[in-house]
């Protein structure tokens, strides 16, 4: 019933961009934070970044700071992970998960299926 579809992954040069997608279906994204998250083979999952719903507050990790924005569109029920000046390291399959609140927590109970990046020449 409840479900997170992520697009827009694919493959891109070091240096591009591409902009994923967390369409929602069964409830309504902007009652809840979002958060964007990536597993590299053999590495543990990170948190990429999130968006609140009520103050739309974001955050970033350190590593994609400066290069990669969150926002929503909530009459599209749809949350985007814009990603600019791409490296190697952040090839990864990227999720999208819904926080069990409005704030950005350490706390999601649905997760999307993932979307595949690749930075590569």
């Known amino acids: 019933q409840v479900q997170l579809v992520e697009s827009g992954g694919g493959l891109v040069q070091p240096g591009g961009s591409l902009r994923l997608s967390c369409a929602a279906s069964g409830l309504t994204l902007d009652y809840y934070a979002i958060g964007w998250f990536r597993q590299a083979p053999g590495k543990e999952r990170e948190g990429v970044s999130c968006i609140s719903s009520r103050e739309a507050s974001t955050y970033y990790a350190d590593s994609v700071k400066g290069r990669f924005t969150i926002s929503r569109d909530n009459a599209k029920n749809t949350v985007y992970l814009q990603m600019n000046s791409l490296k190697p390291e952040d090839t990864a399959v990227y999720y999208c998960?819904?926080?069990?609140?409005?704030?950005?927590?350490?706390?999601?109970?649905?997760w999307g299926q993932g979307t595949q990046v690749t930075v590569s020449s």
């Open positions: 998960a819904k926080g069990v609140q409005a704030m950005c927590t350490y706390d999601y109970d649905y």
